[in-house]
């Protein structure tokens, strides 16, 4: 007999029909002359309940079998009389596939998000982490289905790179050389020339300049794949290993990346609400969820109202203007911080804000200068709870200006030659951004804690599983 997943059980509404489940157990009551179990194969949100009669031949194993374990079931699917689910299975038979022991440590009673994050290897097995995957998968489809429906191709940049995309120096090496004895220079310096790649390499920070290569070529492209930054941030939104979305436009400016980012969230939204609707109820009804009151209502106008647009400048009039105190000031020329960025979301406006035209001193080295001389084209896309979720701009498609900017930030223009040609050979204005899937997840689940939303999570002195 083939098996049915539980899924298919609760969609179609199957009853009156035999069918076999394989699943692994949540719960079994045991009684005299039944027992209740409740099986989950992690296809849905909801478990099938199964009535199993003492007659059954190995009632006594079956029905003491401990949480965890995996069983195939054979049985009547019927109308449920119970609340909750609206179909149940009377067991004909229980095949054990594999025990658990009472060492199992996902125990009926809840569990908190911290213990399961050390139990990362088995924290998918619970109604949360199975609700955050399935979500994860679906906006990851999502995400394929927005770009290429609108024509940008889907582009597999490199892991490995000779070039800090940012900027910023948050760089992983990636070497073969002896650690305890490398090679040295005459200078005493190690000698990346023996290296593996024949310089100094390191995980990529970005894909966008590869981006940038393509969309002159291909016209639309984005890429959508892991991304390493040495960040000596310990926060619940920073990640080192962490997975990002950089679509990349050619013939394009600032506004029409502004609005495609905008378009592409609400298209998340719109297809976790169709494909996950009973995950987000479960994420966000949860016994300890710090979701905000009323969160599907707020991502359900989300999707469906254009987003504000304000620039730095006024951004920082509306923080002046507010009476709030801030720890940061709130000075022209100063990053924005993340008080800030929640005082403009959370407060002000209650809603997403994008903001663009930030001082050049904030931003890295590709983007377009203003004619103010002292602005760029960048965005960051700004939502309640979470805060950045992207970061973008339109990049300076002039020669010199770029040269110019590299040489006043100091930087090594060697190996940027490539990246420099795009500007010598039929250069066109161009602008992407780069959404950091792990925040939009966080967005759209309400979870407030990023290592929750990948499956194994690597932060600062962490890399288990
Ligand atoms: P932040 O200020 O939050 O560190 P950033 O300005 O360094 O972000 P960008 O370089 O613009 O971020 O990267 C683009 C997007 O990638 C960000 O908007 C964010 O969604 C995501 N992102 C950046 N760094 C991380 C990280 N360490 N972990 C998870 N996501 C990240
Ligand atoms: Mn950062």
């Known amino acids: 007999m083939e098996r049915t997943l539980i899924k298919k059980i609760f969609k179609d509404e199957l009853v009156d029909q035999e069918a076999l489940i394989k699943g692994w157990v949540r719960s079994i009551r045991k009684s005299k002359k039944f027992s209740f179990m409740v099986v989950n194969d992690g296809t849905c949100q909801g478990s099938l309940q199964i009535i199993i009669d003492a007659d059954l031949e190995n009632y006594e194993e079956a029905s003491t079998l401990l949480i965890g374990s995996s069983v195939a079931i054979k049985g009547n699917l019927v109308p449920s009389g119970g609340r909750g689910q609206k179909v149940e299975m009377q067991g004909m038979a229980v095949e054990i596939i594999g025990k658990s022991d009472d060492s ?11 213990f399961l994050r050390e139990q990362a290897h088995l924290r998918v097995r619970t109604n949360a982490f199975g609700a955050i995957f399935r979500i994860r998968h679906e906006l990851a489809q999502a995400t394929h289905k927005f770009f290429s429906d609108k024509g940008f191709y889907y582009l597999n940049s490199p892991i490995v790179s000779a070039v800090d995309g940012e900027g910023a120096g948050e760089t992983f090496r990636v070497t073969t050389l002896d650690a305890k004895n490398p090679p040295l220079t005459d200078k005493g310096d190690v000698d990346f020339s023996k290296d593996y790649f024949g310089k100094d390499t390191s995980l990529c920070v970005t894909g966008q300049l ?10 639309a492209i984005y890429t959508f794949g892991p991304t390493f930054r040495a960040e000596n941030s310990n926060t619940p939104r920073h990640l080192s290993e962490f997975w990002m979305i950089e679509p990349e436009l050619a013939f394009a400016d600032l506004d029409d990346v502004a609005l495609l980012a905008s378009e592409y969230i609400q298209y998340m939204i719109k297809h976790a609400l169709e494909t996950c609707g009973e995950e987000l109820e479960f994420l966000v009804n949860r016994k300890g969820a710090e979701v905000e009151e009323g969160h599907l209502e707020m991502l359900k106008h989300v999707r469906d109202t254009p987003f504000i647009k304000i620039t730095y400048t006024e951004a920082i009039d509306i923080l002046n203007a507010s009476g709030q105190k801030f720890q940061f000031p709130t000075v022209w020329g100063n990053e924005l911080q993340t008080e800030h960025e929640r005082y403009l979301t959370e407060k002000h406006y209650k809603a997403p804000v994008i903001v663009t035209d930030y001082p050049s001193d904030c931003k890295a080295f590709y983007m377009k200068q203003n004619e103010d001389g002292k602005t760029v084209r960048a965005m960051d896309v700004l939502v309640p709870g979470v805060g950045e979720i992207i970061g973008g701009s339109q990049r300076e498609e002039n020669y010199e200006k770029l040269v110019a900017k590299m040489d006043a930030d100091n930087m090594d223009k060697d190996g940027y030659w490539w990246y420099l040609d795009l500007r010598k050979y039929g250069s066109v204005p161009h602008a992407g951004f780069g959404l950091g899937f792990e ?12 290592r929750d939303v990948i499956p194994f999570p690597r932060t600062v002195k962490n890399c288990d599983f």
């Open 104 to 114: 199992y440590p996902l125990q009926k009673k809840a569990t908190s998000l911290e």
């Open 210 to 219: 590869e981006g940038e290569c393509f969309a002159s070529g291909l016209g």
């Open 439 to 450: 925040r939009a997840i966080m967005y759209i689940t309400g979870m407030s804690n990023i």
